[in-house]
């Protein structure tokens, strides 16, 4: 999947920077942001390696200046990383904005082909962080033909320029990111509550996830996995449920319980702490397997005979 290079934001008017290379850097890491929502690529004007970036170098001119490999690596992945052509997955969406008469998107009165696509094919842009567009929505109008002739209305597209502007359309991501994922199957939120693997695997191998040496007391051991299970449940959707975790909170083994408003499924998580765990309980509350933070099936534990790991939903 794609998201799409904001072209009116390479060389906006009235903004000089002679050393593009803080925005080309703010610029990759955003983009290497999104990859982890599976976008992938980029779409890109022609020849965009040798635009000028606001009226300073091009993209592949300031990579020649540097000395530094991995800053050479970083630009030449993001440029590998960049086409001007959608795959036929959008084909559909193209041919029904045409069916619905769309003309043209424009923003401040500059009619654009980045923010005409975003719209058609409800994709974020990717702007380099300068004014006007540091912002995480742009507001454009769309132009229409009508009987009467043409007609503007005002829209909105989804507008990336720093990785915090993620935090704006998280749900939309993680959305957009379940249905490039799980694409040819269906979703198990009981089986399967870490859908992103690779993300997951990161979040866990940068928490030293498992490293207990067993000498930790029951304080240390929820200490470090309070902070991997809030970054590996909100990675893949989970929201903390406050109505149902108020309802067992006199309960010592209960910590927090989680819901997935993605899922189709009504499944919850209530979090083991001490163990590492996710005690899985289903619409009725009813516990229904034991899963570790890394998404391995506990092999022992059996706790469909015990009421201590189902949860009150009432």
């Known amino acids: 999947m794609y998201c799409i290079l904001n072209e009116l934001s390479i060389s906006p008017e009235g903004v000089v920077v002679a050393n593009p290379g803080p925005l080309l850097k703010t610029l990759i890491d955003t983009f290497l942001k999104a990859r982890t929502y599976k976008l992938e690529q980029v779409i890109v ?11 300073g170098m091009s993209a592949k001119a300031y990579k020649n200046t540097l000395d530094d490999p991995d800053e050479k690596s970083r630009i030449n992945s993001f440029l590998a990383n960049a086409t001007q052509h959608f795959d036929g997955h959008y084909d559909q969406d193209f041919a029904a904005a045409e069916d619905g008469r769309l003309i043209d998107v424009s923003f401040d009165g ?8 975003a719209h058609i094919c409800d994709l974020p842009l990717l702007s380099f962080d300068v004014d006007p567009f540091r912002t995480t929505t742009v507001n454009c109008d769309k132009y229409i033909l009508t009987d009467a002739g043409e007609q503007t209305m005002p829209i909105t597209v989804m507008n990336l320029h720093d ?3 993620f935090a704006a359309h998280e749900a939309a991501f993680l959305k957009l990111c379940q249905d490039i994922i799980l694409k040819w199957e269906r979703w198990d939120p009981a089986d399967n ?13 940068d928490a030293g996830y498992p490293s207990f040496t067993g000498k930790e007391s029951m304080q240390e051991k929820r200490s470090k996995n309070t902070k991997v299970v809030l970054d590996v449940l909100k990675a893949n959707g989970w929201v903390y449920n406050y109505i149902v975790t108020g309802k067992n909170n006199r309960r010592a083994a209960i910590w927090k319980i989680f819901s997935n408003p993605m899922s189709n499924e009504q ?19 009813k516990w229904t397997n034991t899963t570790f933070f890394d998404g391995r099936k506990h092999p022992t534990k059996d706790y469909k005979g015990e009421n201590s790991h189902d949860i009150k939903l009432r």
Request: charged share 25%; glycine share 8%; hydrophobic share 30%.
């Open 267 to 285: 499944v919850y998580i209530s979090v083991d702490l001490g163990e590492g765990e996710f005690e899985i309980q289903n619409r009725h509350g």
């Open 193 to 205: 509550p870490c859908w992103r693997k690779e993300v997951t695997d990161n979040i866990l191998t």
């Open 45 to 55: 004007p022609s020849g965009f390696s040798d635009l000028a970036i606001t009226s």
């Open 163 to 165: 990785p915090e502007s």
């Open 110 to 117: 500059v009619r654009s082909s980045s923010m005409r696509d």
